[in-house]
T-cell receptor
Framework: AQSVTQPDIHITVSEGASLELRCNYS??????LFWYVQSPGQGLQLLLK??????LVQGIKGFEAEFKRSQSSFNLRKPSVHWSDAAEYYC??????????FGAGTTVTVRA | DGGITQSPKYLFRKEGQNVTLSCEQN?????MYWYRQDPGQGLRLIYY???????QKGDIAEGYSVSREKKESFPLTVTSAQKNPTAFYLC????????????FGPGTRLTVL
């Protein structure tokens, strides 16, 4: 069965600094990978997704992610963080049972 | 405007009572899902339905029930058998293609008093 690991539970970053969130997946075939963001008390919003093709994926709000098959990773990056980026971030993978498996999430705090 | 609606946003119930959470979508998606979210545990799948009149248990189905009588609707009932029902509940639906990208509703926070 597929699984996702997000090694960082909590990350604090200064406004204007760069951000990288790590995601490692376990899945035998070509994975479908997603990054979602959740503000407190809200639903999940899709940031970006990878299905195939170019391994560097651009998303909304200035985020990008790079798929590295050799490392089983799909890390999320943003060059310059804004205070509004403070939220919970989830990496997810679809397996051959067509269900999404989520990581435990990474909380991002932005300090002024 | 297409999307997923969940109601109510906040729900309170007394211990021992059943309660039903609503989920409606107008995206014409075949598949729908219910997740439970607890602090520090990410999202856990309760039930999912890939087609009308059919549904399957997810990872934590005990104490919950669902129905799928219409494509647009997938209500979740939290029964008195659910030991720790206080949580944030999210409904989602997915595209009818091989990627199964999921779209989420705004959630319902259930508190048992």
């Amino acid at each position: 069965a597929q699984s996702v690991t997000q090694p960082d539970i909590h990350i604090t970053v200064s406004e204007g600094a760069s951000l990288e969130l790590r995601c490692n997946y376990s899945y035998g075939a070509t994975p479908y990978l997603f990054w979602y963001v959740q503000s407190p008390g809200q639903g999940l919003q899709l940031l970006l997704k990878y299905f195939s093709g170019d391994t560097l994926v651009q998303g909304i709000k200035g985020f990008e992610a790079e798929f590295k098959r050799s490392q089983s990773s799909f890390n999320l990056r943003k060059p310059s963080v804004h205070w509004s980026d403070a939220a919970e971030y989830y990496c997810a993978v679809v397996g051959n049972d067509y269900k999404l498996s989520f990581g435990a999430g990474t909380t991002v705090t932005v300090r002024a | 405007d297409g999307g997923i609606t969940q109601s109510p946003k906040y729900l309170f119930r007394k211990e021992g009572q059943n309660v039903t959470l609503s989920c409606e979508q107008n995206l014409n998606h075949d598949a729908m899902y219910w997740y439970r979210q607890d602090p520090g545990q990410g999202l856990r799948l309760i039930y999912y339905s890939q087609i009308v009149n059919d549904f399957q248990k997810g990872d934590i189905a005990e104490g919950y029930s669902v129905s799928r009588e219409k494509k647009e609707s997938f209500p979740l009932t939290v029964t008195s058998a659910q030991k720790n029902p206080t949580a944030f509940y999210l409904c989602a639906s997915s595209l009818p293609d091989r990627t199964h990208e999921q779209f989420f509703g705004p959630g319902t926070r259930l508190t048992v008093l």
